[in-house]
T-cell receptor, first 112, second 112 residues
Framework: QKEVEQDPGPLSVPEGAIVSLNCTYS??????FMWYRQYSRKGPELLMYTYSSGNKEDGRFTAQVDKSSKYISLFIRDSQPSDSATYLCAMNDYSSASKIIFGSGTRLSIRP | SQTIHQWPATLVQPVGSPLSLECTVEGTSNPNLYWYRQAAGRGLQLLFYSVGIGQISSEVPQNLSASRPQDRQFILSSKKLLLSDSGFYLCAWNVGGNEKLFFGSGTQLSVL
């Protein structure tokens, strides 16, 4: 079993829709959770970072962490064509601050 | 502000040829440095990470090696490339105790 599972998609939604991206994990020691956005042939860029259960909001993006279920989500409101990219979740535990585990990424396409 | 430089952006090499990819970070001291490989449609695979000059940890046995000759310089090398070395290579950095990871723009390597 992989430490981090992420549906690869592709996920296609119309412009303006609410998008929900999810990851599950097996290591209960994970404490730090991140979401990255990666455009084609570019390096991933950090979107959201959180270290506690609950919600964190930044503009149109909301990151949600449920440690009891080992489940994290990224919500995108009022999705735009420019949001079309691959989204990767990432996480690590305090004892391995130098090693971050990534999900395989979900390809998202926003239709105009 | 901190920036990361990675080059070249694209590289086509014949099987059996050597490889050298370079990454430098500006605007920070004593960063943790990482090399990842991303195969098409797959997640990020950690290859090497370094917490200081001359300190290299290898995550997977492979045909590649890494070196850190200076505090903010990280080099990925191979003496003889294999077809299976093709992929998208990403350099990344963070600061000890801060799990946010920042990526370079990537190198697309094709071994033919």
């Amino acid at each position: 079993q992989k430490e981090v599972e992420q549906d690869p998609g592709p996920l296609s939604v119309p412009e303006g829709a609410i998008v929900s991206l999810n990851c599950t994990y097996s290591n209960s020691a994970f404490q730090y959770f991140m979401w990255y956005r990666q455009y084609s042939r570019k390096g991933p860029e950090l979107l959201m970072y959180t270290y506690s259960s609950g919600n964190k909001e930044d503009g149109r993006f909301t990151a949600q962490v449920d440690k009891s279920s080992k489940y994290i989500s990224l919500f995108i409101r009022d999705s735009q064509p420019s949001d079309s990219a691959t989204y990767l979740c990432a996480m690590n535990d305090y004892s391995s601050a130098s090693k971050i585990i990534f999900g395989s990424g979900t390809r998202l396409s926003i239709r105009p | 502000s901190q920036t990361i430089h990675q080059w070249p952006a694209t590289l086509v090499q014949p099987v059996g040829s050597p490889l050298s990819l370079e990454c430098t970070v500006e605007g920070t001291s004593n960063p943790n440095l990482y090399w990842y490989r991303q195969a098409a449609g797959r997640g990020l695979q950690l290859l090497f990470y370094s917490v200081g000059i001359g300190q290299i940890s290898s995550e997977v046995p492979q045909n590649l090696s890494a070196s850190r000759p200076q505090d903010r310089q990280f080099i990925l090398s191979s003496k003889k490339l294999l077809l299976s070395d093709s992929g998208f290579y990403l350099c990344a950095w963070n600061v000890g105790g801060n799990e946010k990871l920042f990526f370079g723009s990537g190198t697309q390597l094709s071994v033919l």
